[in-house]
């Protein structure tokens, strides 16, 4: 038979509202902690956390909808985020929607009936009409990775637009004028304000922007491979590439060596994402590398708060955060 | 006002007894079928899986624990079972142990008080100390890429053993016979088997077992930069090396880029895991690549049928689910 509250109050000869106090993280004098924690131990006390979700209407679970576990990006932001919130009580539940806008709708739905206290979200639809009846019911929503004008979320996101102005910055610095760019699906504002950014850096520059130059991917291998031999067909007189996430990186480079490009003499790349990835190919990369550790403790210190398990005050606003990414540099750029 | 299931019975007319029995997944006949799934869209009516949870003594989730989320391996087999359970009703709660028994041990006990219905670990502790509580519970545990002897759990996992014979034997049939090895974690059944293939297949083809050929790393990238290092400072005349895992692979082949060795014309290397890494080396790396769609069907498979969720009566003895690697021929053997 388990042990329930009574028998703690019995062992402990607190009332039961200290205890129950206590085992919803509220403030228990000292001396009655320690007791609640030893009678905790002896009697091999559990909390049915069901039925604490039930009385309480929380589940001290967090859902997390995300296009791809299988993505770097992704995992590593996710594990460190389930880090720090195991660490208040709090477990995820993760859906990966293989960036499809059906998908991630349902996922949404799937995680409400689960009765998730919030919700984090990398968004596959830009627009974020997936959310809207999640917001209705008043728990947090946290965005990372990306940001939705007019919904009103918090959002946690690298400052896209100044690492890819960076990025083209140093081609041009090395005497590159024809650039051209891999970019990420369109209908999302991190890969906008890449594409942005490399707009932005070309034209103050002095270097007109050309459409031959710029291929809209789907942020998948498959379209970082396609993007670079589309490039290279096109433009034969093209000196550099700059790739707008991760998975296009591995494609590009997949692409040099499937042409049998050699890298920089033929073509400078600069990567973007993955330290480990730069280091691995030959030679190494020169890559935008996004500060993900900051990235997860933002998006958890955040969520923590919407939850009220914070010391600070509430903010009204939605936070928009914006990193700073760091531009590493390998071999692959070469000096014209 | 949520809808509940008597506005459900008084709008179709059915009994409470019906419209329970489909909720739970139970068989209703189709016209009936018809009409509660009309009742359900106009009422807007939601199941509370909390309250639910607390009847029925489940909650429809799975523990998932794993030593790293922010790995390539783990990430593809965890997306894919999410997916399959997902259509099953079920959300997957994940915990990243980083690879640690002791955080190993407290995620197997969080999960444990959030009543999940099964779960699903890749372990560290090869021992299987951890999991002992949870398994006096009598609910399902699958293990996916171990398997712990004595602890009568089913597991699924490549034929570690096979997979290493075969990598030695397609160097030796290139004209090799010094080949180190960069292995993993000797306390992990998996790595043992991968060790133990390495071995039998010199011995078989008469090469003597040298220690200092064997470098014990620990699955991290760091320590396959590092054990390539070691293994080329103490074996001058080694001509290949085969690797124990994914990141050491990805750890091996940045090892020789900063020793500048060159691929595959003073080391040939044979790297364990994934096909789309393997393009994006220059010179493409030979690999040996786990069935990670197939491991993690037969884990979501094997996990439903101890749930009770499928058609096929459950096999009373563990499942010890062996599959097959592939040997993808890239361009890092040398012909000596």
Chains 1, 2 share one sequence.
Do not use: W
């Not at 329930?4 to 509220?26: R, V």
Request: one cysteine or more; a neutral charge.
């Amino acid at each position: 038979m388990a042990a329930t509250i009574k028998d703690i109050a019995q062992k402990t000869g607190l009332g039961l509202a200290t205890i129950s106090s206590y085992l919803n993280g509220g403030n228990v004098r000292e001396k009655n902690r320690v007791k609640i924690e030893e009678a905790i131990r002896e009697l091999h006390f559990e909390i049915n956390e069901t039925a604490r979700g039930l009385k309480t209407n929380t589940t001290r679970t967090i859902g997390v909808v995300i296009p791809e576990l299988n993505s770097v990006f992704c995992a590593k932001v996710i594990g460190r985020i389930e880090d720090t919130l195991r660490k208040h009580g709090y477990a995820l539940m993760i859906c990966d929607c293989r960036t499809d806008k059906v998908r991630e709708r349902e996922a949404v739905e799937f995680l409400m009936r689960k009765r998730v206290d919030g919700l984090i979200n990398m968004p596959v639809d830009g627009k974020g009409r997936h959310l809207e009846k999640f917001r209705r019911t008043g728990k947090p929503v946290v965005l990372i990775d990306r940001e939705i004008n007019g919904l009103g979320c918090d959002s946690v996101c690298a400052d896209n637009r100044e690492a890819m102005k960076e990025a083209v910055k140093l081609l041009v610095e090395n005497g590159h004028r024809g650039i051209g760019m891999v970019a990420g699906t369109q209908d999302v504002l991190t890969a906008q304000e890449r594409l942005m950014g490399y707009e932005e850096a070309c034209s103050e520059n002095g270097i007109p922007l050309r459409e031959s130059y710029i291929y809209s991917g789907d942020c998948t291998i498959e379209s970082g491979v396609l993007g670079l031999e589309t490039l290279v067909r096109n433009n034969p007189e093209m000196t550099a590439v700059v790739v707008g996430n991760y998975n296009m990186s591995v494609g590009v480079m997949i692409g040099m060596n499937e042409l049998g490009l050699s890298v920089p003499e033929e073509l400078s790349v600069i990567g973007f994402d993955n330290l480990q990835f730069a280091r691995a190919c030959r030679p190494r990369l020169t890559i935008l590398d996004q500060p993900t550790g900051e990235i997860a403790d933002h998006a958890a210190r955040i969520m923590l708060e919407r939850l009220g398990k914070t010391d600070c005050a509430v903010n009204a606003q939605p936070y928009k955060v914006r990193l700073k990414t760091a531009l590493i540099p390998g071999s692959s750029v070469k000096k014209l």
